[in-house]
């Protein structure tokens, strides 16, 4: 019973890792772009809900839909405004720039709230639902329920609206989509709002679930790197996998080895890149675009 509770726990984690790296493996399909700031949005959405909580008391829950915007709205200007002119100077400058977007919003983070844990006591943080044998902690289901509906939101949007289709046109093929008149500049500016999107929702996810300080972008990013590298670069379907994959790895590691959890978290990457260096969807992915 206890490797079925490792495992029900392990899912619950790996859906609210779906909707963090979905976000980075979008920006990655349409812009080209490994958004190494993806951590520190997450983390000041984190901080943004405490923040409002604490002055308010309004359940962080509630306070979803506008992060969520507001960081879709932030990332459109991020993108028009510095994106967009440094694009053009090849991947590797964009990634300097997310870097040093991470290094601005980390020390603004530390000037704002200083360097100390946060987190927010809801009414449901030491709750939790019984079934049988398994125990499920109330913040983890509520965090993976909204994570999964905010992700079939998100399925729904770039499969049914044009913007959406514009999106996964460009991602497939870029130069396909300019003939046919797709905007490569305004699908990248939505792809990445969207990917702050999902950085907004993950961080009032975060801010009910774990302490947060504003270095732990770091520990984040490193874990979302490893999942869309672990699921296929630019691959969503892919993210969604490795989420559920590492997800479950970590819950074991926490249950049977703690201090090794660290290294089965990232075994399991090593393991799966040794044989399928693209990532488990990687190859599909490049098919589709060929």
Request: proline letters at 4%; charged letters at 10%.
């Amino acid at each position: 019973m206890q490797f079925l509770q490792v495992v029900m726990f392990g899912l619950l984690l790996g859906g609210v890792y779906a909707l963090l790296s979905s976000g980075l493996s979008l920006i990655f399909g349409v812009l080209d772009v490994v958004n190494v700031a993806q951590g520190a949005f997450l983390v000041a959405g984190a901080f943004l809900t405490w923040k409002i909580w604490k002055l308010t008391g309004i359940e962080p829950l509630l306070l979803l839909p506008l992060v969520t915007l507001l960081w879709f709205g932030l990332g459109v200007l991020l993108f028009r405004g510095l994106f967009a002119r440094v694009a053009p100077q090849g991947p590797s400058m964009t990634v300097l720039l997310s870097f040093g977007l991470a290094l601005i919003f980390e020390g603004a983070l530390n000037l704002l709230f200083g360097n100390q844990f946060k987190s927010i006591q809801t009414s449901y943080s030491l709750n939790s639902v019984t079934l049988g044998p398994i125990v499920f902690p109330m913040t983890q289901i509520i965090a993976c329920t909204v994570a999964t509906i905010t992700l079939g939101l998100m399925y729904v949007y770039l499969k049914t609206s044009w913007s959406g289709r514009a999106l996964r046109a460009t991602a497939q093929n870029r130069d396909g989509a300019a003939l046919v008149g797709i905007s490569h500049n305004r699908s990248s500016s939505i792809a990445y709002g969207l990917g702050m999107a999902t950085a907004g929702a993950g961080g009032v996810l975060l801010s009910v679930t774990y302490p947060f300080y504003p270095a732990t972008h770091y520990d984040w990013i490193a874990k979302l790197l490893g999942i869309i590298v672990l699921g296929g670069m630019g691959s969503l379907p892919g993210a969604i996998v490795g989420s559920l994959i590492l997800g479950i790895t970590e819950a074991a590691g926490n249950t049977y080895a703690p201090r090794w959890t660290i290294l089965f978290f990232y075994g399991v990457i090593m393991l799966v890149l040794l044989f399928k260096p693209e990532g488990i969807l990687g190859a599909q992915s490049r098919k589709d675009s060929a």
